[in-house]
T-cell receptor, first 116, second 114 residues
Framework: AQKITQTQPGMFVQEKEAVTLDCTYD???????LFWYKQPSSGEMIFLIY??????QNATEGRYSLNFQKARKSANLVISASQLGDSAMYFC?????????????FGDGTTLTVKP | GAGVSQTPSNKVTEKGKYVELRCDPI?????LYWYRQSLGQGPEFLIY????????DSGLPNDRFFAVRPEGSVSTLKIQRTERGDSAVYLC????????????FGPGTRLTVL
């Protein structure tokens, strides 16, 4: 069964520093996609970055990068040069191509607090 | 607007009542998804539409929950005989339709059952 594990309930980072949010996943499907979303206190889920299981390079989107280690089944999010507006809940999610195609499985999230 | 919209933003109802939650996806997106998010947890999958048909409804918790998408665009999630345990934020998302396409979420409907 597909499963996402985020082991850090809460993280703190100093403004302008980098932070890594951990995500490990479990799937038996060889083809899948990994996603990170940001959920501010307003509640809306904001898409940040995507990594396909067959992508050779780690995904990057501005200050966000995904450290994809397929053999270890990990997909950590790295936020560089943290800003106060980065304070939010962050969710890792996975979608498969097989019998579970369509639905996303989410972790329980990590609350990030950026300190001034 | 260009994003996914959901109405109402908040719904308070009494136990036993019927509620309908509406989702208007991004124009041109063929796939539509409903999730439920309880406090402090990640979203939990409910149902997924590809066009007008439900491609996967395995996440619906019981037969009190039902969703439709009659014209392949707007969807309505219907909950009969609401229970206090149904209180949560109901999120709708849409995507272009590929298996691993990015899902874009709406702002959610906060349902409170008294």
């Amino acid at each position: 069964a597909q499963k996402i594990t985020q082991t850090q309930p809460g993280m703190f980072v100093q403004e302008k520093e980098a932070v890594t949010l951990d995500c490990t996943y479990d799937t038996s499907d060889p083809s899948y996609g990994l996603f990170w979303y940001k959920q501010p206190s307003s509640g809306e889920m904001i898409f940040l970055i995507y990594q396909g299981s067959y992508d050779q390079q780690n995904a990057t989107e501005g200050r966000y990068s995904l450290n994809f280690q397929k053999a270890r089944k990990s997909a950590n999010l790295v936020i560089s040069a943290s800003q106060l507006g980065d304070s939010a809940m962050y969710f890792c999610a996975m979608r498969e191509r097989g019998t579970n195609a369509g639905k996303s499985t989410f972790g329980d999230g990590t609350t990030l607090t950026v300190k001034p | 607007g260009a994003g996914v919209s959901q109405t109402p933003s908040n719904k308070v109802t009494e136990k036993g009542k019927y509620v309908e939650l509406r989702c208007d996806p991004i124009s041109g997106h063929t796939a539509l998804y409903w999730y439920r998010q309880s406090l402090g947890q990640g979203p939990e999958f409910l149902i997924y539409f590809q066009g007008t048909g439900a491609a996967d409804d395995s996440g619906l918790p019981n037969d009190r929950f039902f969703a439709v998408r009659p014209e392949g665009s707007v969807s309505t999630l219907k909950i009969q005989r609401t229970e206090r345990g149904d209180s949560a934020v109901y999120l709708c998302a849409s995507s272009r339709g590929g298996d691993t396409d990015t899902q874009y979420f709406g702002p959610g409907t906060r349902l409170t059952v008294l």
